[in-house]
């Protein structure tokens, strides 16, 4: 049978269905159980990986993928591209098209990642904007099928920005049924559009989704408790101002009783320990974010090998 997600560009999670979604985790997991069996699935295959922003985690495991998975990768900084110096995004995407196999780009607006997956005639990968790190969220999502042995049915809260992970989580959660509650200082509450999209989901998958303004309300009965750093790359400017104004939204000792007694602690990383964190929780026995971070590996290899293999 044909994969359905061949040739696939992911910007945000909303060109899977479910079961889409439910068979990347699932590969994740069997590749991860068996990488030599998926050795060579992607010989011969090439990806192009751009950074306009820093990256450690999403550099090193795509490209480490790839290499293991039989291809190879091009990594650009965006600045020594043309693209870096006004090249139209257009004539960016058909020109990689004819060399590579696939592109992961790492940038700011949502938009040039939607206008390359339109332009391409090669799968586009969203490795992170200022909206959107699904990802993230495939290895955060495997980790917690690994952990807790089910998707569906657990309550994930989120404490802290409104930013890109809240919104992959609001639209990853909603579509495989997991209760996604989100607790964020006024005024920087997930975007609108992202919340209603999830709501919808949530008629369909049965999700309950919660966002709110009071973290101990939304930690109660937590399954996964979650947290991202305060200030995004692009965000830098407003560090000192927010570490202010999120102070009582750090995931403690004091916070997590909240949750169940059997919690998990996530966090995509980089990580400022005392801020959105404190030191007990993080490297504490609940947390499993090395774990999670290893994952992007596992998820990442299997979202290429249904993205660029006609398996
Ligand atoms: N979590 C994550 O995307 O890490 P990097 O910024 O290191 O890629
Ligand atoms: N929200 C963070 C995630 C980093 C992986 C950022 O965008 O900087």
């Avoid at 060579?40 to 795509?62: C, Q």
């Avoid at 591209?81 to 004539?91: F, I």
């Avoid at 009071?214 to 407003?238: F, H, I, R, Y």
């Avoid at 997590?256 to 801020?275: I, N, T, W």
Wanted: with cysteine; hydrophobic share 40%; aromatic share 6%.
């Amino acid at each position: 049978m044909m994969n359905s997600m061949y040739g696939k560009s992911i910007l945000n999670l909303t060109e899977l269905t479910k079961e889409e979604f439910l068979s990347i985790i699932e590969l994740a997991v069997a590749i991860k159980a068996d990488p030599e069996a998926y050795r060579g699935v992607l010989a011969g295959k090439i990806l192009a990986m751009i950074f306009e922003k820093n990256s450690t985690r999403t550099r090193v495991s795509f490209e480490a993928g790839i290499i293991q998975l039989g291809g190879q990768a091009i990594v650009l900084d965006s600045k020594s591209t043309q693209m870096g110096r006004g090249e139209p995004v257009k004539d960016t995407a058909k020109v990689m098209s004819s060399y590579v196999d696939g592109i992961m780009i790492r940038t700011y607006s949502d938009q040039i990642v939607a206008e390359l997956a339109k332009e391409a005639s090669i799968p586009v990968i969203n490795g992170l904007t200022d909206d959107h790190h699904p990802c993230q969220i495939l290895a955060d999502f495997q980790t917690i099928y690994e952990q807790k042995g089910k998707l569906e049915g657990i309550k994930l809260t989120y404490i802290g920005d409104g930013n890109n992970m809240a919104h992959s989580f609001l639209i990853g959660g909603s579509l495989v049924g997991m209760d996604i509650s989100i607790a964020t200082p006024k005024g920087y509450e997930p975007k609108a559009e992202f919340v209603e999209l999830a709501k919808k989901n949530a008629k369909v998958s049965g999700s309950i989704i919660e966002i709110v303004n009071d973290p101990d309300q939304a930690a109660k009965n937590a399954d996964v408790l979650v947290t991202d750093v305060w200030a995004s790359m692009g965000d830098e400017s407003e560090q000192k101002e927010r570490e202010v104004i999120f102070k009582e939204f750090q995931i403690n000792n004091r916070l997590s009783v909240q949750a169940k007694k059997d919690y998990l602690f996530l966090h995509c990383l980089p990580a400022h320990r005392g801020e959105e964190v404190s030191v007990d929780i993080i490297d504490g026995t609940h947390s499993a974010i090395y774990e999670e971070a290893a994952n992007r590996l596992h998820a990442q290899k299997a979202l290429m090998v249904k993205l660029m293999a006609n398996l």
